[in-house]
């Protein structure tokens, strides 16, 4: 079992110039320089001006979570930078324990009425023990994302180490270590290409000869390590068996030694001997047998060989060279300046705990980047999507299997998609969406004899759909409906009609399911879901047991709202489905409402439970209306908006990494920069982030690093609300700034510098010719464009195509 599985987690609970002022000079010196040479070379500052978008450190890494990332979406490592060994943790997206199989118990339906019957009843215990006995899943426990594996490299030579430093710069998406040993500087260098899709170290020093290594694959996996020819070991296995599933994902790791001067050789073992060489690149192709999660019939063989063969055949400049100029092509979209102290010399992990005190702004556009770099890391076609760990993960039994938790954790991972200029790192949760809705749709027939599709609190890379774990965190149906909407995000940005016209089969099958399975509440005749449960948080003690199984709770009707919103607007938008779209307008009229509690909060479930009212607990699910909904806004519903204050208060300001940041944005969506601000310093300090800027729940998740860039967007800039707002929530550690490249729903992309003054100027650009209006904390004119002005401090109209508009103070 899993060391932090579900149930094993619950039991131990029961005991100044910035990015934007990087010249375009400096930036391709970095590119282009050769090995071991960085301009400016200052240490602490990397030559990359004031404020370097970097992480460093004067050690190696003694764990884990003091390594570097690197990642292509599909293949990634840690980069640990020792100086007697080198170790490589190694991933490949597709290493699933167990195999093809789907979850659904066969005779799951046969008491969905029942569970529904207590539910009314209010015996809500019963209803969750039935359904743990005969709803859930099997096995309850979904397979876990699995490690492939480590490459260390035992390093030649002796003497005493000085001089040490390494970093990960996220412009260039390469780490780098350099330290001077016997006299020789050394310089290691590591990067995951996408372009030619293999990882790539280069191992040179300022002394002939003096690069030598022996490299070995290790792994906790069934596997066997062989050398393939001279210069090339090789790694075979197959992931793990999971609760009787059989393991069935077959892999192979290749390793190629390409070395100028000295000698190369193999053992049988697998180990790869360099010795006596001037400079080394080390090819890495990683590869599994998983095409779907329905066939693992691949050749991981031919598939690593389809890849090592060309990469080793090109220079390492060319390969360099390609990675970097595609990384950039991503990541130098935005820009983001958010002032700057003495503290950008200090070592990254140092500056962690420094940050509370408002005096280091720029590790926030640091932490920001470095989301940003995360996710461009982990979420690439071709590849899987980002999960609890991302891409990056060491462990046969990762916590919470390092899955998909879609009750907000993965939705969490892609809330910097659009505004944050990487449009293109949805593409692989938009084809597990897909997938989900295949597998979704024989659950919704196993288990509620419906149409369309449902899909519960996880799923993995078997795209299990139905509810895992226990009753009282796994009976939530509505995930499908939350995935759904990220569909609908992506046009909202991207205004791309033909994705949309994909996608538009994939709602309407979430709308489907939802339009026949809502049920009538007798006391009030609100339509609600039944059973459910507002995620991960229990209402009452019922025979001395934690329950949460009820009906129609709020944030179930918030996103049922939202889904059927969007279907609405795709059909009107594609001229499809009239008719259904008609329906579920009717439909939508019988939701249950929000409705505002005894202490002035606003209600989790239909009944206002005051107790459970109280309760401290991470999750804050039915704020969602707040964030990344906009069914409450300050402006538009001023009481809803009030009673998510009180909810805020209420349910406590601490949390776990995810927790802080998604309060971050609500309290940035409820205009409150002290408070939003307020979680950014309880984000960013070491109980909450790690050394290398990781998450931690603890332990780590990657969604709380996506989470924060989404909040420190939202601080900046908002447009959920049929209009662009600068500065909505500005903190006042950032009283002048800059950031250029964000984007805003209707496909328009912004500038933005501000003082203390406020706007300086802004810059609008439109993508798709969309009509825009712009909110700003003061009054702006607007040179591109005759504007109206329907409030104060409101600019709005036209714009065309590719045209540019810049904003001024009055």
């Keep these: 079992m899993p060391e932090f599985s579900r149930r094993h987690v619950l039991a131990t609970a029961g005991a100044g110039a910035a990015a934007t002022a990087l010249s375009a000079r400096t930036a391709g010196a970095a590119e282009h320089a050769p090995d071991g040479a960085t301009p400016g070379g200052a240490p602490g500052a990397g030559g990359h001006g004031p404020n370097p978008l970097r992480l460093w450190y004067t050690a190696p890494a003694g764990e884990w979570l003091q390594a570097l990332p690197v990642g292509n979406g599909r293949l990634g490592a840690m980069v640990f930078g020792g100086t007697g060994t080198e170790r490589l943790q190694l991933n490949e997206d597709s290493l699933w324990a167990g195999g093809p199989h789907d979850y659904a118990r066969p005779d799951a339906g046969e008491y969905l009425e029942e569970i529904r019957r207590l539910v009314v009843e209010e015996k809500w215990h019963q209803a969750q023990v039935l359904a743990d006995a005969h709803f859930l899943g099997t096995p309850s426990e979904q397979a876990a994302y699995q490690v492939l594996g480590d490459l260390e490299l035992a390093l030649a030579g002796a003497g005493e180490v000085g001089d040490y430093e390494r970093e990960l710069d996220l412009e260039t998406a390469i780490t780098r270590v350099r330290y ?19 990882l790539v170290a280069r191992l040179t020093a300022d002394a002939p000869g003096a690069v030598g290594f022996t490299a070995r694959f290790t792994t906790p996996q069934r596997a066997t390590g062989s050398a ?8 075979d296995g197959i992931s793990g068996d999971w609760f009787g599933l059989p393991g069935s994902v077959r892999f192979r790791a290749v390793a190629r030694a390409v070395a100028e001067g000295g000698r190369v050789s193999t053992g049988a073992e697998g180990a790869l001997t360099v010795a006596e060489s001037d400079a080394v690149t080390l090819v890495i192709s990683l590869a599994t047998s998983y095409r779907s999660y329905l066939d693992v019939g691949a050749d991981p063989v031919a598939r690593a060989r389809r890849h090592l063969e060309p990469a080793a055949g090109k220079p390492y400049a060319r390969l360099r060279e390609r990675h970097v100029a595609d990384h950039r092509r991503l990541f130098t979209r935005v820009d983001i300046d958010l002032g700057t102290s003495d503290r950008v010399t200090l070592p990254t992990d140092e500056r ?9 702004p720029q590790l926030a556009a640091l932490y920001f980047q470095y989301g940003r770099y995360l996710l461009a890391s982990c979420s690439r076609a071709p590849g899987q ?24 954790n993965f939705e969490m991972n892609y809330w910097p998609a659009g505004p944050a200029n990487l449009a293109e790192c949805w593409d692989p949760a938009v084809d597990m ?6 597998s979704g749709a024989r659950t919704a027939r196993a288990l509620y004899d419906a149409p369309g599709w449902v899909l519960h609190h996880n799923t993995d890379g078997w795209r299990g759909t139905a509810p895992v774990d226990y009753a009282q965190y796994g009976m939530w149906p509505t995930g499908g409906a939350w995935v759904s909407l990220m569909l609908w995000d992506h046009y909202l940005f991207t205004g791309d009609t033909g994705s949309l016209a994909r996608n538009f089969p994939v709602m309407r099958g979430a709308v489907r399911f939802f339009l026949d399975t809502l049920v009538e509440d007798a006391r009030t005749g609100w339509l609600v879901t039944n059973p459910s449960h507002s995620p991960e948080v229990t209402h009452h003690q019922d025979e001395g047991e934690s329950v949460s199984i009820c009906a129609g709770p709020t944030m179930d009707m918030q996103l049922l709202r939202d889904l059927f919103d969007a279907f609405r607007q795709a059909s009107d938008v594609l ?8 329906r579920v307008g009717e439909v939508r009229g019988r939701l249950a409402p929000m409705q505002i509690g005894y202490l002035g909060q606003l209600q989790e479930w239909l009944v206002d439970w005051e107790e459970a009212a109280l309760v401290k607990n991470r999750h804050v699910s039915h704020l969602y209306g707040v964030f990344p ?5 300050p402006r538009g519903t001023p009481e809803l908006a009030a009673a998510a204050v009180k909810t805020l208060e209420l349910r406590g300001a601490a949390g ?5 940041a998604w309060k971050i944005n609500m309290w940035a969506r409820l205009l409150d920069p002290v408070r939003a601000y307020e979680r950014l310093t309880e984000l960013l300090t070491p109980a909450r982030t790690a050394p290398n800027l990781f998450d931690l729940h603890p332990p780590f998740q990657i969604d709380g690093n996506f989470g924060g860039v989404s909040g420190i967007t939202e601080m900046l800039m908002q447009s959920h609300a049929g209009e662009v707002e600068l500065l909505p929530a500005l903190p006042a550690a950032w009283p002048a700034g800059s950031f250029r490249g964000l984007v805003a729903r209707g496909g328009f992309e912004i500038d933005l510098e501000w003082a203390s003054s406020g706007v300086t100027r802004a810059v609008v650009r439109s993508r798709l010719g969309n009509p825009v209006r712009v909110r700003t904390p003061g009054r702006v004119d607007v040179t591109g464009a005759e504007p109206d002005r329907p409030e104060d401090h409101v600019v709005a109209f036209g714009t065309r195509p590719g045209g540019t508009y810049v904003l001024h103070p009055a």
């Design 180 to 198: 001077t040993r016997g006299g020789v500087r050394h310089t290691r260098e590591v990067f995951a290409s996408a372009p030619d899709q293999v």
């Design 433 to 438: 969406i897909h997938e989900l809705a295949e």
């Design 575 to 582: 001229d499809r489905d009239r008719g259904l779209a008609e």
């Design 385 to 408: 999507p980002a999960n609890l760990q991302g891409l990056w993960n060491d462990s046969m039994n990762p916590a919470w299997e390092s899955k998909y938790t879609v009750n907000i």
């Design 228 to 235: 393939v020819d001279a210069s090339t070991i090789a790694l």
């Design 629 to 633: 909904s906009a069914q409450i806004t």
């Design 656 to 660: 776990t990494g995810w927790s802080l």
């Design 352 to 360: 962690i705990g420094l940050f509370a005190d408002g005096g280091d």
